[in-house]
């Protein structure tokens, strides 16, 4: 059992979520590794945020559908997944093989993990073999010359790889960088471009582009909501303020639901102070933490409170879907709908 189900967590499930969620659930974001296929020796673990990676040292697929089944005991839960744990180029091989034989074994939809570096040829080659639907693409693989702050999307996914996927209308679920968030004028800029040039991307800006606090924003929704294409999912993210912006920007129609599994099984209170995000947590949960900003230990009297990382998203959901009068039809689309159409219309591709 990947994790204990408290008391608490029944509770917070019984009363807030199991009657918001419709019956079946699809979970566009999650993740899939086991440790052994990590190279450490190529790590560049340091481009990314540490607290993620002390939260579970492997999810295999068993893991993975063991975790939706105490989560949601009376919901079906489908995940479209791709690896985790993307520190290591020389690991990607491995990785995408394990994730194609369990997308195979288990009939689950998964995007392949791909390198910058490949030419437009290996990319198209490599998604055809893996029989996956598209692409994820990770910041840690743009070129080590380029600061942390300074990484641009085509760093990472560069344009010779969207003409691959534009061919193919395959999907790309896009992790972005710098400091400015979804509210970074280039980052903006580069998505505007993608959603122009590039139609036929079925693009997911993953996280609500990593705007975790209202300040993360900036002008990005007034400059979003004339797109028609790309859409957004809700991983890690717990911002009811930040959803109800979305939702009110671009609509229920292109809003996807997203855990980033394994790390929302984190019991945790997420909060904003001078517009940062700050992870409330149980001493000693994960290790030292002394360091990171984005990590506060609290008392066992409030940590005792916590829940899932999980059911933290959704409530902020809830909460913000509450705020904007959407309707249960709505919500199958964020929760269900918006995804399957998504996977579908890859498919023959």
């Given at each position: 059992?990947?994790?204990?189900?408290?008391?608490?967590?029944?509770?917070?499930?019984?009363?807030?979520?199991?009657?918001?969620?419709?019956?079946?659930?699809?979970?566009?974001?999650?993740?899939?590794?086991?440790?052994?296929?990590?190279?450490?020796?190529?790590?560049?673990?340091?481009?990314?945020?540490?607290?993620?990676?002390?939260?579970?040292?492997?999810?295999?697929?068993?893991?993975?559908?063991?975790?939706?089944?105490?989560?949601?005991?009376?919901?079906?839960?489908?995940?479209?997944?791709?690896?985790?744990?993307?520190?290591?180029?020389?690991?990607?091989?491995?990785?995408?093989?394990?994730?194609?034989?369990?997308?195979?074994?288990?009939?689950?939809?998964?995007?392949?993990?791909?390198?910058?570096?490949?030419?437009?040829?290996?990319?198209?080659?490599?998604?055809?073999?893996?029989?996956?639907?598209?692409?994820?693409?990770?910041?840690?693989?743009?070129?080590?010359?380029?600061?942390?702050?300074?990484?641009?999307?085509?760093?990472?996914?560069?344009?010779?790889?969207?003409?691959?996927?534009?061919?193919?209308?395959?999907?790309?679920?896009?992790?972005?960088?710098?400091?400015?968030?979804?509210?970074?004028?280039?980052?903006l800029a580069q998505m505007l471009e993608i959603e122009e040039r590039y139609p036929n991307v079925k693009l997911i800006i993953a996280h609500v582009g990593r705007a975790y606090c209202p300040e993360d924003v900036g002008n990005a929704?007034?400059?979003?909501?004339?797109?028609?294409?790309?859409?957004?999912?809700?991983?890690?993210?717990?911002?009811?303020?930040?959803?109800?912006?979305?939702?009110?920007?671009?609509?229920?129609?292109?809003?996807?639901?997203?855990?980033?599994?394994?790390?929302?099984?984190?019991?945790?209170?997420?909060?904003?102070?001078?517009?940062?995000?700050?992870?409330?947590?149980?001493?000693?949960?994960?290790?030292?933490?002394?360091?990171?900003?984005?990590?506060?230990?609290?008392?066992?009297?409030?940590?005792?409170?916590?829940?899932?990382?999980?059911?933290?998203?959704?409530?902020?959901?809830?909460?913000?879907?509450?705020?904007?009068?959407?309707?249960?039809?709505?919500?199958?689309?964020?929760?269900?709908?918006?995804?399957?159409?998504?996977?579908?219309?890859?498919?023959?591709?």
């Open positions: 059992m990947p994790f204990e189900i408290k008391d608490v967590d029944k509770k917070f499930y019984d009363e807030r979520l199991r009657d918001f969620l419709p019956e079946k659930i699809l979970d566009p974001h999650s993740h899939i590794w086991l440790d052994h296929l990590i190279n450490w020796k190529d790590s560049v673990a340091g481009k990314i945020q540490a607290w993620p990676l002390k939260v579970a040292k492997e999810n295999s697929i068993e893991d993975l559908v063991a975790g939706y089944k105490l989560y949601f005991p009376d919901k079906e839960v489908t995940p479209l997944f791709c690896p985790g744990n993307v520190i290591s180029k020389s690991s990607i091989e491995g990785m995408n093989e394990y994730c194609s034989a369990s997308a195979a074994q288990y009939n689950y939809p998964f995007l392949t993990l791909t390198n910058p570096d490949w030419d437009a040829e290996t990319v198209e080659a490599t998604i055809k073999r893996d029989k996956s639907i598209g692409v994820k693409v990770y910041l840690t693989f743009a070129p080590d010359y380029i600061p942390v702050d300074e990484i641009r999307i085509f760093d990472f996914l560069p344009r010779h790889h969207l003409e691959v996927l534009n061919e193919n209308g395959w999907a790309a679920l896009l992790h972005i960088a710098r400091p400015g968030r979804l509210g970074d004028p280039l980052n929704f007034e400059l979003l909501k004339e797109t028609k294409n790309m859409v957004f999912d809700l991983a890690a993210n717990t911002n009811a303020d930040v959803f109800e912006q979305l939702i009110n920007a671009v609509g229920p129609k292109r809003i996807l639901f997203g855990s980033d599994e394994p790390i929302s099984r984190m019991r945790m209170k997420r909060i904003c102070e001078n517009g940062k995000y700050i992870n409330l947590i149980a001493k000693g949960a994960y290790g030292d933490v002394s360091n990171d900003p984005h990590m506060r230990e609290v008392s066992k009297e409030e940590s005792d409170t916590f829940t899932f990382f999980m059911y933290e998203i959704i409530e902020a959901m809830r909460v913000a879907a509450e705020r904007t009068g959407l309707s249960p039809a709505d919500i199958e689309d964020i929760f269900y709908n918006n995804a399957h159409r998504l996977i579908e219309s890859t498919k023959g591709n």
